[in-house]
């Protein structure tokens, strides 16, 4: 992950509720409110930050099955793979996770 990269915010239990740019390379410096911090050590600066919280994108069965991530796998089985880490994504699937243009 670098400056200029383009990252989305998956929140457990809701879906994608935010993205943003990376403003700055990250660090380890864990966040003082982050839970865990042992296991989130890194942390960097965002700008360009669009949240949506209250109308978060579901990834369910029917929108895995239109990303190129899944295009290998079958969109109806597990797919916590898919976002308990950071990983990179095709431009196509952060559109439709994000809903964006």
């Not at 865990?36 to 029917?62: C, G, M, Q, R, S």
Request: aromatic share 12%; charged share 30%.
């Amino acid at each position: 992950m670098r400056p200029g990269d383009i990252i989305c915010f998956y929140a457990c239990g809701n879906g994608v509720v935010a993205h943003a740019e990376v403003a700055s390379p990250p660090e380890r410096k864990p966040h003082p409110k982050v839970r865990h911090p042992d296991k989130y050590p890194w942390t960097f600066k965002l700008k360009n930050v669009k949240a949506y919280f209250d109308k978060p994108v579901i990834i369910d069965a029917e929108l895995r099955s239109k990303l190129k991530a899944f295009s290998k796998s079958d969109p109806k089985k597990s797919w916590a793979w898919f976002v308990k880490a950071t990983r990179k994504i095709s431009q196509e699937d952060f559109i439709i996770l994000t809903r964006s243009e």
